[in-house]
């Protein structure tokens, strides 16, 4: 995010004209309420602001958001994003992304930005699926997932975009999902983060991919499985009967009964999000014996590549005053005057 | 050069030649320097192997570098050596072949053991038989005298062999009559942090020089004086095409008052250009070395997006996989200039070696109807001009332009006379500030693709106020560029990109003959590195009184208006080119010409007497072989090479 001067907007001023085309139901809808809604509490200005995406239903993002956007090709979003932040680094930019995009065509890249830090809020919308060619099994579908290109059920083990996230050097991982409440919240903190913020969102694709997430993630009946994650608070869930110990035993985190609200009793951690090896944990735990960690998982900001390309190339520009003629003639010259020849 | 002892030649072509560890590349450099700043016109070519470091002594290891330099207009690195320096019997086995009869080798005879003689698969030492008549030979223990030369400095012995290359040089320089202290200038200054290797580098150089001068050896070694060519008047330096074309660069983008942005990955031989632009800050010039080409390629979309000018370089492989993003920047109607330093292909093909194989895929090969104008650079000083070129098409016409170069042109290096920046006309780039029409209700508007009399659409930096719009790939509605598939709209944004690009030829200077006629029996067609060869067989033909005319394109898309008209006009049209005769194909397909190919895919340049032969066949004359007499390569007739482009 940038440092800019604040612009009242209302959640009206954030839509186009353009009409909406995904599928009545698409969890993709609920994303963009909560982005429109949270910009306004961003003070974020329009005119500063850019949508960048590649190619799938997500990435058709941009053109339902009145700011500055840019739909590009599949998978590289993040290739222009950096160009453009390299280019301009006042603006603000957001990076929408899908499974397929950003973590198999594109996942190079979603690695080098991570890497490279590039200041900008990335949002994976994940429906474990291929929406927009009809609902192909992706690199985060299940096993056994049926889908047209996998009619036996794929085989293949799916990757984990947070874990990919913090792998390749992230300091920013939050979660969240499409219908949750708390999305606003996440989209805020990762706004707030200097350098590269990584969003995983998990969206349900009723056509392709109906409910997979429901477990954690149903409009209503699901939020004992949901662990959201509060800096310096500790890591209950279940309406704070459960909550995240460590197991010393085994290096790894466990479920514990909280009696009577007393979770020091009980052992349970308080969250650090800057404690890397406790990210790398929860971004791990298998769903099912351990619920879903939602919310910041980790925030620990280093300076942008952006940040400091532009601090040198402003100090190079200072440095000397940039006289093309005298560079056209660098180096070891001679002169050749109109008559005879006088070499050096 | 040894038959013609007497005389001033008015051109030598020297060809050193050596293991790829000797160091034969940086003595090639050096003399090149020095026969600069002595005021020869040369044209040089560097032609090492693929390996970083090929073992030793192999017929593949061997790496030359091979110079002409004249008191004429040089436009080629020369068909055939008059010296030849051999470290090694590898580097004498490779290279013996293209020697002039009667042409000089200088060889070191420390190298040539029998472990090295196996190594080039000779039985016998060459040196000793009489299979080297046709040549003077001029052997003696090079590695020896070097190591006596350097004793003084304490070196271990392999230390000391590596200054061989420095004595092999100060040989040349006595030879060609050349001062020796710029050279000890640039030893100074490179082993500034080990000054003893400076000194005995020194020594070897000055050694090598000594033995030119004193030692009482009869026979092939002379001192030559090389007249300093009559060059325009005006500041002079050498410069390598990536050199030119790097500082092209610099140039067009200040012209378009705009800061660049280079987006590149590694890739022989681009790399250079990245190089080059990662030294010049201060110049407004961001590089951004990319995970791979397709960032590279999107990077520079999204800085041109951004409002600054993108620019990503590469060669055949890389230019593969940028193929995508081009159609985006061509859908999104975006500047971009994308440079190719085209090498032999297909896939990684020969990586060190030049060819022009890339121009089908230059001027076709997108998906889609996706027009995009192409510019072919025709040798290193040239190469400065295109790059300016390519950024103002760019900029004018919102679009991505290809500037074609190659490997030849990327690493050969010529006399260049600086240009005064001055006397280039700026084309600043225009951003929209204000919405740009009026609604049916008489409001302001923003209409991103609406077209200016370019057919340009407006260039609208994010962050602009009130400006907020959404551009992608999708095909877009006329004006608005809202997503719109109806099929009128497509047929008309499809018809409008092509218009556009087709109406730059309405600012391009029209077609002109470079060499003889605008008419008549035979004309040679030619695009990028072939101008040398070209342009010197030509000029031999006409001298020899046949009707042959060279027509260099620049403007390889679109074709200037005239040409067409211009080929018509020859009753032959021969077309050299370093490939299986691509140009050629679209020259018939645009005209309906029968243009004939002369087609070259050897990883070597044209050697002039190869197009002399081909333009003989084409009018049913004899080859100069077949009549005995050889004209020579330089004459007077042309100004410099700068004063024909200036
Ligand atoms: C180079 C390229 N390959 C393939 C496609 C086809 N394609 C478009 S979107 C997509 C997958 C999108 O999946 P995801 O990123 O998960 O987005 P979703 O539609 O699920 O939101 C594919 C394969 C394309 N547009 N470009
Ligand atoms: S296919 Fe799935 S992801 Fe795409 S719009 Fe429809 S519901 Fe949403
Ligand atoms: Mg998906």
């Known amino acids: 995010m940038n440092d800019m001067t604040p612009v009242q907007t209302t959640l009206k001023d954030w839509e186009t004209d353009q009409e909406v085309r995904w599928c009545p139901g698409c969890g993709d809808y609920a994303i963009l309420k909560a982005v429109q809604r949270t910009l306004p509490q961003l003070n974020a200005d329009p005119a500063k602001t850019v949508f960048v995406s590649g190619i799938g239903c997500s990435s058709r993002f941009p053109y339902y958001v009145e700011s500055y956007g840019f739909h590009t090709i599949h998978g590289r979003a993040p290739a222009f994003v950096t160009g453009i932040k390299l280019a301009n680094p006042e603006l603000d930019v957001w990076m929408v992304t899908g499974d397929g995009d950003g973590m198999s065509i594109g996942g190079n890249h979603t690695m080098h930005i991570l890497r490279r830090n590039i200041d900008v809020q990335i949002l994976l919308f994940n429906n474990e699926i291929y929406g927009l060619t009809k609902g192909q099994y992706s690199p985060t579908s299940r096993q056994g997932t049926k889908s047209p290109s996998a009619p036996g059920g794929s085989i293949d083990r799916p990757a984990q975009p947070c874990a990919f996230a913090l792998g390749s050097g992230a300091r920013f991982v939050a979660r969240g999902f499409d219908v949750s409440k708390n999305l606003p919240d996440v989209l805020k903190a990762a706004h707030a983060h200097k350098g590269a913020a990584f969003v995983e969102i998990f969206q349900n694709c009723i056509v392709y991919n109906k409910d997979v997430f429901n477990d954690f993630a149903a409009p209503k009946g699901a939020e004992d499985q949901q662990l959201w994650l509060e800096d310096g608070q500790p890591m209950l869930f279940a309406k704070g009967t459960k909550g995240l110990a460590r197991d010393v035993e085994n290096m790894t985190l466990k479920v514990v009964d909280v009696a009577d609200g007393d979770w020091e009793a009980a052992g349970v951690m308080v969250h650090d999000v800057k404690n890397r090896t406790l990210a790398h944990m929860l971004v791990e735990l298998p769903f099912g014996p351990f619920p879903m960690a939602l919310g910041v998982i980790y925030d620990d900001p280093r300076p942008a590549y952006d940040a400091v390309v532009a601090e040198e190339m402003a100090k190079a520009r200072t440095a000397r005053a940039s006289n093309l003629g005298s560079l056209l003639a660098k180096g070891q010259t001679w002169t050749v005057d109109g008559t005879a020849q006088d070499p050096i | ?646």
């Open chain 2, 1 to 646: 050069m040894a038959s013609d002892k007497t005389t001033a030649p008015e051109a030598v072509v020297v060809r050193f030649a050596g293991d790829s560890g000797d160091g034969m590349q940086l003595t090639g450099g050096q003399f090149t320097l020095s026969t600069a700043l002595a005021g020869n016109d040369l044209a040089t070519f560097p032609d090492f192997p693929a390996e970083i470091r090929a073992p030793q002594g192999t017929l593949f290891g061997v790496s030359a570098f091979q110079i002409n330099f004249g008191s004429t207009a040089i436009e080629t690195a020369g068909d055939a050596p008059d010296v030849l320096v051999a470290m090694n019997p590898a580097a004498l086995k490779v290279n013996l072949a293209a020697l002039k009869p009667g042409g000089l080798i200088i060889a070191d005879t420390g190298e040539f053991t029998k472990r090295n003689l196996d190594k080039a698969k000779y039985d016998t030492n060459p040196l000793e038989g009489d299979g080297l008549a046709k040549w003077d030979v001029l052997a003696f223990d090079i590695s020896e005298l070097t190591l006596e030369a350097v004793k003084p400095f304490g070196l271990g012995k392999k230390e000391a062999l590596r200054c061989k290359n420095m004595w092999t040089l100060g040989l040349a320089l006595w030879m060609f009559d050349r001062p020796r202290a710029p050279i000890h200038d640039w030893l100074k200054a490179k082993f500034a942090k080990a000054p003893e290797l400076a000194e005995a580098n020194i020594a070897a150089l000055d050694a090598g020089h000594a033995y030119g001068e004193t030692a009482e050896i009869s026979g092939p070694l002379k001192q030559v004086h090389v007249d300093p060519v009559a060059s325009e008047p005006g500041l002079y330096r050498t410069i390598t095409g990536a050199e030119s074309i790097s500082l092209g660069l610099v140039a067009g983008a200040q012209l378009a008052e705009l800061p660049m942005f280079f987006g590149g990955y590694p890739i022989t031989p681009a790399s250079a250009i990245l190089h080059h632009l990662a030294r010049l800050k201060e110049y407004d010039v961001q590089t951004f070395q990319a995970e791979d080409e397709i960032a590279a390629i999107c990077s520079a979309i999204g800085a041109s997006y951004a409002g600054q000018l993108g620019v990503t370089s590469s060669s055949g492989p890389g230019i593969a996989l940028k193929g995508e993003a081009m159609g985006l920047a061509i859908m999104t109607e975006l500047p971009l200039v994308i440079v190719n330093s085209q090498r032999g292909g297909p896939s990684t093909g020969l990586p060190t070696k030049t060819e022009q194989s890339d121009l089908y895929q230059a001027v076709y090969g997108r998906n889609g109807d996706a027009p995009m104008p192409v510019i072919a650079a025709r040798s290193p000083a040239d190469a400065f001009e295109c790059a300016i070129e390519a950024c103002r098409i760019a900029v004018q016409y919102m679009t991505p332009v290809m500037l074609l170069t190659d490997g030849y042109i990327a690493n050969a290096a010529e006399p260049w006379k600086v240009p005064n920046p001055a006397d280039y006309e700026p084309f600043p780039a225009k951003f929209l500030t204000e919405k740009n029409a009026k609604n049916a209700e008489g409001e302001d508007e923003l209409l991103p693709f609406a077209r200016d009399e370019k057919g340009a659409r407006p260039w609208i930096k994010p962050g602009t106020p009130g400006l907020m719009h959404r551009i992608g790939g999708i095909e877009k509605a006329q004006g608005t560029g809202h997503i719109d598939y109806s099929p009128a709209n497509h047929q008309a944004m499809t018809d409008a990109r092509k218009d556009k690009v087709d109406g730059i030829a309405d600012s391009i200077p029209p077609q002109d003959v470079c060499l003889g006629n605008e008419s008549g029996k035979l004309v040679l067609v030619g695009w990028g590195s072939t101008y040398g060869p070209i342009h010197q067989a030509v000029r031999r033909a006409r001298k020899r009184g046949l009707d042959v005319s060279h027509v260099h394109v620049r403007n390889v898309w679109p074709l200037p208006k005239n040409l067409g008209d211009l080929l018509k006009g020859f009753d032959k049209v021969l077309v050299p080119e370093m490939n299986t005769g691509q140009f050629k194909t679209v020259l018939r397909d645009q005209y309906l010409v029968d243009a004939q190919p002369l087609t070259k895919t050897s990883g070597q340049p044209f050697a002039i007497a190869e197009i002399e032969d081909a333009i003989c066949d084409a009018l049913g004359e004899p080859r100069p072989s077949q009549i005995g007499g050889e004209v020579e390569v330089n004459d007077n007739q042309l100004p410099s090479p700068e004063a024909a482009n200036p």
